[in-house]
Protein backbone atom coordinates (compact mmCIF):
# COMPACT_ATOMS: atom_id res chain seq x y z
CA UNK A 1 0.00 0.00 0.00
CA UNK A 2 3.03 2.11 0.88
CA UNK A 3 4.49 1.54 -2.44
CA UNK A 4 1.18 2.54 -4.29
CA UNK A 5 1.24 5.91 -2.59
CA UNK A 6 4.55 6.68 -3.01
CA UNK A 7 4.28 6.06 -6.61
CA UNK A 8 1.15 8.25 -6.80
CA UNK A 9 2.38 10.85 -5.41
CA UNK A 10 5.77 10.75 -7.98
CA UNK A 11 3.05 10.69 -11.04
CA UNK A 12 1.61 13.71 -9.47
CA UNK A 13 5.00 15.61 -9.06
CA UNK A 14 5.96 14.46 -12.47
CA UNK A 15 3.08 15.57 -14.17
CA UNK A 16 3.12 19.13 -12.67
CA UNK A 17 6.88 19.31 -13.13
CA UNK A 18 6.20 18.56 -17.40
CA UNK A 19 2.97 20.53 -17.28
CA UNK A 20 4.29 24.19 -18.73
CA UNK A 21 3.64 26.08 -21.08
CA UNK A 22 5.63 29.17 -22.79
CA UNK A 23 4.39 31.52 -24.78
CA UNK A 24 7.24 33.63 -26.48
CA UNK A 25 6.13 37.33 -28.35
CA UNK A 26 8.87 39.88 -29.82
CA UNK A 27 7.47 42.60 -31.45
CA UNK A 28 9.15 45.60 -33.57
CA UNK A 29 7.36 48.31 -32.17
CA UNK A 30 8.15 51.27 -34.93
CA UNK A 31 11.04 51.85 -37.32
CA UNK A 32 13.12 53.16 -34.84
CA UNK A 33 16.90 51.61 -34.16
CA UNK A 34 17.29 48.85 -31.07
CA UNK A 35 19.44 50.92 -29.33
CA UNK A 36 21.39 50.27 -26.76
CA UNK A 37 19.22 51.06 -23.27
CA UNK A 38 17.07 47.04 -22.23
CA UNK A 39 14.71 47.08 -19.04
CA UNK A 40 13.05 43.82 -17.90
CA UNK A 41 10.68 43.02 -15.41
CA UNK A 42 9.79 39.57 -14.11
CA UNK A 43 6.74 39.43 -11.86
CA UNK A 44 3.84 35.94 -10.84
CA UNK A 45 1.20 35.25 -10.19
CA UNK A 46 1.62 35.55 -6.45
CA UNK A 47 3.35 38.57 -6.86
CA UNK A 48 1.23 41.98 -4.81
CA UNK A 49 2.56 44.75 -7.91
CA UNK A 50 1.55 42.56 -10.63
CA UNK A 51 2.15 43.66 -14.23
CA UNK A 52 4.34 46.55 -15.54
CA UNK A 53 3.24 48.61 -18.52
CA UNK A 54 5.57 49.76 -20.95
CA UNK A 55 5.18 53.66 -19.90
CA UNK A 56 6.51 52.47 -16.82
CA UNK A 57 9.56 50.78 -17.95
CA UNK A 58 10.26 53.11 -20.06
CA UNK A 59 10.30 55.90 -17.64
CA UNK A 60 12.60 54.15 -15.30
CA UNK A 61 15.13 53.15 -17.83
CA UNK A 62 14.89 56.67 -19.31
CA UNK A 63 14.10 55.49 -22.93
CA UNK A 64 12.41 57.73 -25.10
CA UNK A 65 12.11 55.77 -28.36
CA UNK A 66 11.12 51.80 -27.92
CA UNK A 67 12.85 49.56 -30.44
CA UNK A 68 11.54 46.35 -29.29
CA UNK A 69 9.22 45.19 -27.02
CA UNK A 70 9.20 41.57 -25.90
CA UNK A 71 6.91 39.17 -23.70
CA UNK A 72 7.07 35.57 -22.12
CA UNK A 73 5.11 33.50 -20.22
CA UNK A 74 6.23 30.83 -18.54
CA UNK A 75 3.11 28.21 -17.43
CA UNK A 76 3.20 25.77 -14.57
CA UNK A 77 -0.14 23.74 -13.44
CA UNK A 78 -0.68 26.79 -10.50
CA UNK A 79 2.36 29.25 -11.28
CA UNK A 80 2.99 31.54 -13.94
CA UNK A 81 5.75 33.59 -14.50
CA UNK A 82 5.43 36.91 -16.89
CA UNK A 83 8.75 38.68 -18.66
CA UNK A 84 8.64 42.43 -20.26
CA UNK A 85 11.45 43.21 -22.00
CA UNK A 86 12.10 46.73 -23.38
CA UNK A 87 14.91 47.61 -25.88
CA UNK A 88 15.69 51.45 -27.17
CA UNK A 89 17.34 54.58 -27.16
Request: aromatic share 16%; with cysteine; net charge positive.
Amino acid sequence: MKRVFFYSIALFLLTCFFYSCTISHTAVISNNPVGSKMISRDYTNWDSKQGATYQQLMSGAKITKIGIAEYKSLNYLFFTRNTITITGE
